[in-house]
């Protein structure tokens, strides 16, 4: 995958301003860059995976989604009733789109083959991050890319 110099450097920018930071176990390239069509003039879609400690206290600064304040402070908190069915289904969904991924290759088809890369990477990522019972919480953001 080719990334533009501006937008790697961008990468690179938030890269060092995470990683040594304990509060931070993860930052993830989304948007068209992670896709391979990205422009000139594309931003850089990014997910920071934060611990309960780095989360605390988010607010939202405009929202179109109601009460999204009060949803923000219920991300930190894990609910254990309910753990095995999530994991079951989460586990479904990994192998459809892994079973996805490999009938798009079959057949050529490079949308597909994209959309079911992304979404078992993310899924992967949540497995890792998002679904441990230790609470880490994922935000996302966006920069520009110069």
């Not at 930071?21 to 930052?27: I, M, T, V, Y």
């Not at 069915?85 to 996805?100: G, K, P």
Request: charged share 25%.
């Amino acid at each position: 995958m080719h990334i533009r110099d501006h937008h790697q450097r961008a990468i690179d920018r938030l890269a060092d301003t995470y990683r040594d930071d304990p509060r931070f176990r993860g930052l993830i390239i989304g948007g068209s860059i992670a896709k391979g069509y990205a422009r000139e003039d594309s931003d850089v879609d990014f997910l920071i995976i934060a611990t309960d400690e780095a989360f605390e206290g988010a607010f939202a600064a405009y929202s179109h989604v109601p009460n999204l304040d009060a949803l923000l402070q219920r991300i930190p908190v894990y609910p254990e009733a309910g753990h095995d069915e999530r994991i079951r289904a989460f586990y479904s969904m990994a192998f459809m789109q892994h079973w996805l991924l490999h009938e798009a290759e079959r057949h050529g088809n490079r949308y597909t083959i994209t959309r079911a890369a992304s979404q078992l990477a993310l899924f992967s990522c949540s497995s890792r991050f998002g679904i441990s019972r230790t609470g880490a919480s994922a935000t996302s953001t966006r920069t520009p890319g110069s």
